[in-house]
């Protein structure tokens, strides 16, 4: 394999009598010498110290389905045995955790903690600080029909009985 172009590949990381996480993973070195690399995973009490490479693809688009049909068939978001929160789908993440699943369930956020949180993206700390905020007639317009899209879907889901 050439350590200068982009390797794609599933793999499958793990705690030795634990929980695993299924990814896929992009890098520009060889795949087995990528052993730093454990996943994005969110779950601070995941702690793998092993990982398998479950196969290499030549380009992101089949490495992403791959990844899709191993979610789906381990049903990692609901599965006790993965560090996995979410499943992926073709184009984002399926979150299952809700309702009184969620570990937030029923949990109110205190003013104090909501103040905090609302001051620290205040001046400096926004990522659009200073940034320039006035989009294109062209962007407007992608925007306009995303959002009557999106208003539209919502008016069926509701007239069908869906939420």
Do not use: W
Request: net charge positive; aromatic share 12%.
């Amino acid at each position: 394999m050439d350590k200068k172009s982009k390797h794609f590949y599933v793999y499958y990381s793990y705690e030795e009598f634990g929980r695993g996480y299924i990814g896929k993973r992009e890098c520009k070195c060889i795949p087995e010498e990528d052993i730093k690399y454990f996943g994005s995973f969110v779950d601070k009490t995941f702690r793998p110290t092993k990982k398998i490479i479950l196969e290499t693809f030549s380009n992101a688009k089949e490495c992403l389905i791959a990844e899709c049909a191993l979610h789906n068939f381990y049903q990692v978001d609901k599965n006790p045995h993965f560090a996995n929160m979410a499943r992926q789908t073709s184009t984002k993440f399926y979150f299952n955790k809700s309702g009184e699943s969620h570990p937030n369930y029923g949990k109110k956020t205190s003013l104090e903690v909501r103040k905090k949180q609302s001051e620290s993206m205040m001046g400096e700390k926004n990522s659009m600080y200073g940034k320039k905020r006035n989009h294109s007639e062209e962007t407007r317009q992608k925007l306009r029909e995303k959002r009557k899209e999106q208003i539209f879907s919502k008016k069926i889901q509701q007239k069908s009985g869906g939420n």
